[in-house]
């Protein structure tokens, strides 16, 4: 009766854990949600709102490589030929008449909230690491939680709080936290269906500080492309200023 007693216990546990999602889990789903395939150029659209008004739009085009290397192109009339470039953990901004990059940090403005590194990193299961999700309710609602922190120096966000719906581990928000510890932003993904497949088609960005104002980051449109290896280079960046 024991040994039935504790096998069940055993098969029970065993079954419990395989439910349970790991934070690698959350974030490999909330990166396949996002850009998915391992080569993509993905059409992003920037607005900010200031009380529910629209004071600003602004076009990137997204080329994101393998190694955390991307490569965005400013398509808005008054910044066209800017590009940013993004290294690992390095960032540079090409200006058109300018030979020479300038070296930037992820958390460079580009418009309200949205800043470099929430334009170009765009896998975070390559730049975070968490202990076990935990179920919490959110909006009356069981949900899974999973604390983050920077797997190195130099991401935007020292720590995130992630959290993901109970059964579809699809996103649903991101709390930001900088080095300092101070909260400032907060994610909030808009999920679509496109080709049958459910993705992350917008995110909004709460800024903790400045109440009335919000940043949307809308993703157009995203496709699987070969990126030549010579667009990652800085220096053919800089001889190539048109492109």
């Given at each position: 009766?024991?040994?039935?007693?504790?096998?069940?216990?055993?098969?029970?546990?065993?079954l419990?854990?395989?439910?349970?999602?790991?934070a690698?889990?959350?974030?490999?789903?909330?990166?396949?949600?996002?850009?998915?395939?391992?080569q993509?150029?993905v059409v992003?659209?920037?607005?900010l709102?200031?009380?529910?008004?629209?004071?600003?739009?602004?076009?990137?085009?997204?080329?994101?490589g393998?190694?955390r290397?991307?490569?965005?192109?400013?398509q808005?009339?008054?910044?066209?030929?800017?590009?940013?470039?993004?290294?690992?953990?390095?960032?540079?901004?090409?200006?058109?008449?300018?030979?020479r990059?300038?070296?930037?940090?992820?958390?460079?403005?580009?418009?309200?909230?949205a800043?470099?590194?929430?334009?170009?990193?765009?896998?975070?299961?390559?730049?975070y690491?968490?202990?076990?999700?935990t179920?919490?309710?959110?909006?009356?609602?069981?949900?899974?939680q999973?604390?983050?922190?920077?797997?190195?120096?130099?991401?935007?966000?020292?720590?995130?709080?992630?959290?993901?719906?109970?059964?579809?581990?699809?996103p649903?928000?991101?709390?930001?936290f900088?080095?300092?510890?101070?909260?400032?932003?907060?994610?909030?993904?808009?999920?679509s269906?496109?080709?049958?497949?459910?993705?992350?088609?917008?995110?909004?960005?709460?800024?903790?500080?400045?109440?009335d104002?919000?940043t949307?980051?809308?993703?157009?449109?995203?496709?699987?492309?070969?990126i030549?290896?010579?667009?990652?280079?800085?220096?053919f960046?800089?001889?190539?200023?048109?492109?």
């Open positions: 009766m024991f040994k039935w007693i504790a096998l069940s216990f055993f098969f029970l546990s065993t419990a854990s395989a439910q349970e999602p790991s690698q889990d959350l974030l490999v789903k909330l990166d396949d949600m996002r850009i998915g395939e391992q993509v150029k992003t659209r920037v607005q709102f200031e009380q529910g008004e629209l004071t600003s739009s602004r076009d990137y085009l997204v080329y994101v393998s190694d290397r991307s490569l965005a192109l400013f808005s009339p008054k910044e066209k030929g800017q590009k940013v470039l993004m290294l690992d953990d390095q960032f540079w901004m090409f200006m058109p008449k300018s030979k990059p300038i070296r930037i940090t992820p958390m460079q403005k580009l418009l309200g909230e800043s470099t590194g929430d334009i170009a990193s765009l896998r975070w299961a390559e730049d690491q968490g202990a076990q999700p179920l919490v309710e959110l909006d009356g609602k069981q949900v899974w999973a604390e983050l922190t920077a797997a190195r120096k130099g991401l935007s966000y020292a720590k995130v709080s992630l959290f993901s719906d109970q059964d579809t581990l699809e649903i928000k991101a709390e930001l900088l080095a300092s510890g101070k909260h400032a932003k907060t994610a909030q993904f808009y999920m269906d496109v080709e049958g497949l459910r993705s992350v088609s917008a995110m909004d960005l709460i800024d903790r500080i400045q109440k104002q919000l949307k980051i809308t993703y157009l449109n995203l496709e699987p492309v070969s030549p290896d010579k667009w990652f280079n800085p220096s960046l800089a001889r190539n200023p048109k492109m």
